[in-house]
């Protein structure tokens, strides 16, 4: 899995700063580290839509399609992934589940499915079924490219829910890198967000 | 496939009406049949928002995890899908691409690779690996359970777009059998989308 | 204010629970009643998105644009509303703040206010203004009618910011009609929330 | 009327094209232009979702609450705007309509009746009625703040409807800034759309 960070709003938390001042016509309160005990105050109470203000596009690589058909469902993002209609998988990469991978036997029996598919697929293709079709034989294991962007509030909301342990391990593990990339970025918009790395999880402070 | 309406707004093109004569105020004008040409006359003035005080709710079954990637990206819908990490799918059924159906060397190497996939997958969950990770080789053919709602505005948005010449054959098919249920159950809402059996797409007059 | 249920999903709740029971394919579970547990553990279990399959259409009449002007800031709703700019307001009724009119003082003053504000209105439209530019002199206070559509998912999340303490009086007077109402046409989708009608607030059950 | 703007996505032209290309895994055809036509060819294909990964955040000033009521109906977007609960107006600033604004005779009685206003709004507060009471009274033309987040699909949108000749004169003169502002800072996003400045609209090229 390759997380990419290809665009963030520019000093986010200081444009969230400034059209949450709006509401209040506090601008005169604007300092240099202002938005900072701000910002928690505004999370504290609820008034998350300032945070809309602030959008975050990545770029995902290596992940399953099992992946991200968890991922587009969450409907307040956009979302641009490679398509099965239009680019031709005769040469797939795949996704391998962490629990078949620790058994060497599991992991023998995977693998030989994974190329299996790999070589009906071509086959298919061979005998000019098209890719739109072929793909219908394709696993959820297959590996994909997507590039999505939320906004802060929408990022908090997902990571909340795709970050806990009731999550699957994928997508789970792909917040916890979104989690560590705006900690960095916006440290304030998402200070109550740690992750556990013993339980691979992350945790939200209540 | 099979294409269930579970339900409707009922009346729907009294209530749009309702809710389109506030803007002007002009409910006076109701008559039995006053819907008919005003919706008409709305959708043609662009006026498109009030259609969405209708609401229809449709339960799939038999269709593809192919249909549902492209289904569940119409963001506008409400979705609740058949899980594939809580049910387990040691009997999966299948779609077969009608391009392979037709020719019998093809659909026997397809018919194959499901019977094998299924073996390998009750094969995965005896030696314990857990259905959210089993469902990993699982193949987009796979037929899934879903049932989605949508308002008229976002429906005439879906049908132009998917049931056209563009749109791949599964989803084609089922905007066709949503376009024939909703000219019956709201002519006036949908009276400008028109099936054309020869090609089996959806035709808009413009 | 006068608040009218124009429409709702029909057996809202058992299209909840039929939604609902794809996800794990238990339909084999539904019984007459079963939807009553079934949908209060769902949102025990926050599981919400199920709820967007169930619609409700309200008319109301006799609010004013400073409801309004909150009300369609809830932006996954349905709005139509009565237009300043082709409908004329030279009979335009106006809302009474509480406060305002326990006081005899204060009431006579609005109240000339509103006299003033409905003879220059009627004096601009004589003398050729376009009842768009004429509205710029129009209160906050100016009654309107609006329909608005809301899924229930929607409905839970307004209700219980909007029917809090910190809402405003008159928005608050809205949602403790709309929880009346949904209450009891859907007593499983809404069992948590409890008008307290010496507060005159919604509460919501933790 | 003031409009400013906050904050733009950095390059926001090659993270579309970036996006775009890994639906068509082509992102070996990436040049220093490349993205030039390659936006416009989506735009001319329908294919706008791509343009969701870029936002634009403008601070407005001095317009009226009539134009924000409009404007917020835009529900794709996101608003912080300067409350009248929380914030006095004793001092309100008004939006005056050019038809009226050229003709001294009714200029005159607009100003009036909206320093009448002020004088009834402060008279409220001194006889202690809290600002959410007193500002029923507050007109339509009062000029309020709002900073409002918009992606590029979104804005285009918005451009095409508030732009038009059947648009109010105000959010046209808006949008016709917001025109301007857009097609320096995107051209290939924005490259249909042109201002005709003799009739102050924005004309989209079919």
Redesign the interface.
């Known amino acids: 899995m390759k997380v990419q960070l290809?665009?963030v709003?520019?000093?986010a938390e200081k444009?969230i700063e400034?059209?949450?001042r709006?509401?209040?016509?506090s601008h005169g309160k604007i300092t240099k580290c202002s938005h900072k005990e701000f910002i928690k105050r505004l999370i504290g109470a609820g008034h998350l839509?300032?945070l809309?203000?602030a959008?975050a596009?990545f770029?995902l690589e290596g992940v399953?399609?099992?992946l991200?058909?968890q991922l587009?469902?969450h409907?307040?993002c956009?979302?641009?992934?490679?398509?099965?209609?239009?680019?031709r998988e005769d040469n797939f990469q795949?996704?391998?589940?962490p629990?078949?991978k620790e058994d060497k036997?599991?992991k023998k029996?995977?693998d030989e499915?994974?190329k299996?598919?790999k070589d009906?697929y071509s086959?298919?293709l061979q005998?000019s079924?098209?890719a739109?079709?072929a793909?219908?034989?394709?696993?959820?294991?297959c590996c994909t490219?997507?590039?999505f962007?939320a906004?802060f509030r929408q990022l908090r909301h997902i990571i909340a829910l795709r970050g806990s342990s009731k999550a699957?391990w994928e997508i789970r593990e792909l917040f916890i890198k979104i989690t560590e990339l705006m900690k960095k970025i916006a440290p304030s918009c998402f200070y109550d967000f740690k992750v556990d790395y013993e339980k691979r999880i992350v945790k939200k402070d209540v």
Chains 1, 2, 3, 4 share one sequence.
């Open positions: 290809v665009s709003t520019p000093n444009v400034k059209a949450a709006t509401c209040y016509m839509s300032v809309e203000h959008l596009t770029s399953s399609r099992a991200t058909h587009v469902r409907r307040l956009s979302y641009s992934q490679q398509s099965q209609r239009y680019v795949w996704v391998v589940p629990d078949i036997n599991l029996e995977y499915c994974m299996y598919l009906r086959s298919f005998n079924v098209k739109e079709d793909r219908f034989i394709l696993p959820n294991a490219s997507i590039v962007s906004n699957q």
